[in-house]
Protein backbone atom coordinates (compact mmCIF):
# COMPACT_ATOMS: atom_id res chain seq x y z
CA UNK A 1 0.00 0.00 0.00
CA UNK A 2 1.26 3.54 -1.08
CA UNK A 3 0.82 6.20 1.34
CA UNK A 4 2.25 8.64 3.33
CA UNK A 5 1.63 9.22 7.15
CA UNK A 6 2.59 13.02 8.95
CA UNK A 7 3.17 13.11 12.81
CA UNK A 8 4.52 15.93 14.80
CA UNK A 9 1.87 18.07 14.86
CA UNK A 10 0.55 19.57 18.19
CA UNK A 11 -0.54 22.78 20.24
CA UNK A 12 2.47 25.39 20.70
CA UNK A 13 2.88 28.84 21.97
CA UNK A 14 3.83 31.51 19.30
CA UNK A 15 7.36 31.67 18.97
CA UNK A 16 7.88 28.03 19.54
CA UNK A 17 8.89 25.11 17.34
CA UNK A 18 7.39 21.72 15.80
CA UNK A 19 9.11 19.56 13.53
CA UNK A 20 6.41 17.39 11.33
CA UNK A 21 7.79 14.29 9.86
CA UNK A 22 6.28 12.24 6.69
CA UNK A 23 7.33 8.82 6.38
CA UNK A 24 6.51 6.84 3.05
CA UNK A 25 6.14 3.44 2.74
CA UNK A 26 5.05 1.03 -0.48
CA UNK A 27 7.42 3.39 -2.10
CA UNK A 28 11.31 5.19 -2.54
CA UNK A 29 10.68 8.81 -1.59
CA UNK A 30 14.03 9.42 -3.23
CA UNK A 31 12.62 9.56 -6.51
CA UNK A 32 10.10 11.85 -5.57
CA UNK A 33 9.92 15.52 -5.07
CA UNK A 34 8.15 16.53 -1.34
CA UNK A 35 5.84 18.98 -0.57
CA UNK A 36 4.22 20.27 2.91
CA UNK A 37 1.06 21.93 2.48
CA UNK A 38 -1.41 23.74 4.67
CA UNK A 39 -5.36 24.24 5.18
CA UNK A 40 -6.14 26.93 7.56
CA UNK A 41 -10.54 26.73 8.53
CA UNK A 42 -12.17 28.29 5.66
CA UNK A 43 -9.18 28.94 3.28
CA UNK A 44 -7.62 27.22 0.35
CA UNK A 45 -4.88 24.70 0.61
CA UNK A 46 -1.41 26.49 0.06
CA UNK A 47 1.98 25.76 -0.30
CA UNK A 48 4.74 25.72 2.30
CA UNK A 49 7.95 24.33 1.20
CA UNK A 50 9.24 22.03 -1.27
CA UNK A 51 12.14 19.74 -1.86
CA UNK A 52 13.03 18.32 -5.51
CA UNK A 53 14.13 15.14 -6.13
CA UNK A 54 17.61 14.22 -4.29
CA UNK A 55 17.23 17.34 -2.74
CA UNK A 56 19.15 19.69 -4.96
CA UNK A 57 16.56 22.53 -4.53
CA UNK A 58 14.67 23.83 -2.09
CA UNK A 59 11.30 26.46 -2.01
CA UNK A 60 9.71 28.12 0.86
CA UNK A 61 6.44 30.28 0.49
CA UNK A 62 7.37 33.99 1.01
CA UNK A 63 6.09 33.45 4.91
CA UNK A 64 7.76 30.75 5.79
CA UNK A 65 11.32 32.09 4.57
CA UNK A 66 13.95 32.02 7.28
CA UNK A 67 11.62 30.33 10.18
CA UNK A 68 10.96 26.69 8.44
CA UNK A 69 13.72 24.38 6.96
CA UNK A 70 12.49 21.15 4.55
CA UNK A 71 14.73 18.36 4.66
CA UNK A 72 14.72 14.17 3.62
CA UNK A 73 16.66 11.22 5.23
CA UNK A 74 15.95 8.97 2.15
CA UNK A 75 17.94 6.15 4.08
CA UNK A 76 14.52 6.33 6.44
CA UNK A 77 12.42 6.81 3.43
CA UNK A 78 11.15 10.27 5.84
CA UNK A 79 10.90 13.90 4.70
CA UNK A 80 10.82 16.73 7.60
CA UNK A 81 10.09 20.44 8.12
CA UNK A 82 11.49 22.35 11.06
CA UNK A 83 9.13 25.28 11.80
CA UNK A 84 10.49 27.84 14.30
CA UNK A 85 8.96 31.27 15.40
CA UNK A 86 5.75 29.98 15.06
CA UNK A 87 2.65 32.51 14.49
CA UNK A 88 -1.07 31.90 15.36
CA UNK A 89 -1.30 32.55 11.35
CA UNK A 90 0.73 28.95 10.71
CA UNK A 91 -2.17 27.42 12.47
CA UNK A 92 -3.74 24.83 10.08
CA UNK A 93 -3.12 20.89 9.20
CA UNK A 94 -0.46 19.83 7.18
CA UNK A 95 -0.08 17.69 4.57
CA UNK A 96 2.93 16.24 2.78
CA UNK A 97 2.94 15.52 -0.41
CA UNK A 98 4.78 13.38 -2.99
CA UNK A 99 5.11 13.74 -7.29
CA UNK A 100 6.68 11.78 -9.40
CA UNK A 101 10.15 13.34 -10.79
CA UNK A 102 12.55 15.86 -10.07
CA UNK A 103 11.23 19.47 -9.57
CA UNK A 104 8.90 20.83 -6.92
CA UNK A 105 6.06 22.92 -7.13
CA UNK A 106 3.62 24.17 -5.01
CA UNK A 107 0.89 23.57 -7.45
CA UNK A 108 -1.11 21.32 -5.61
CA UNK A 109 -3.18 19.28 -8.15
CA UNK A 110 0.34 17.73 -9.60
CA UNK A 111 1.13 15.86 -6.50
CA UNK A 112 -0.13 11.97 -6.95
CA UNK A 113 0.18 11.10 -3.12
CA UNK A 114 -1.01 12.99 -0.27
CA UNK A 115 -0.73 12.17 3.67
CA UNK A 116 -3.69 12.63 6.31
CA UNK A 117 -2.46 16.06 7.68
CA UNK A 118 -1.63 16.36 11.01
CA UNK A 119 -3.02 19.54 12.81
CA UNK A 120 -0.44 22.58 14.44
CA UNK A 121 -1.62 24.96 16.68
CA UNK A 122 0.03 28.00 17.84
CA UNK A 123 -1.90 29.86 20.26
CA UNK A 124 -1.56 31.15 23.52
Known amino acids: QLQLVESGGGLVQPGGSLRLSCVAS????????IAWFRQAPGKEREGVSC????????NYAEFVKDRFTISSDNAKNTNYLQMNSLEPEDTGVYYC?????????????????WGQGTQVTVSS
Open 51 to 58: ISMRGAIT
Open 26 to 33: GFTMGYYA
Open 97 to 113: AARYGTSCTFSFYEYEK
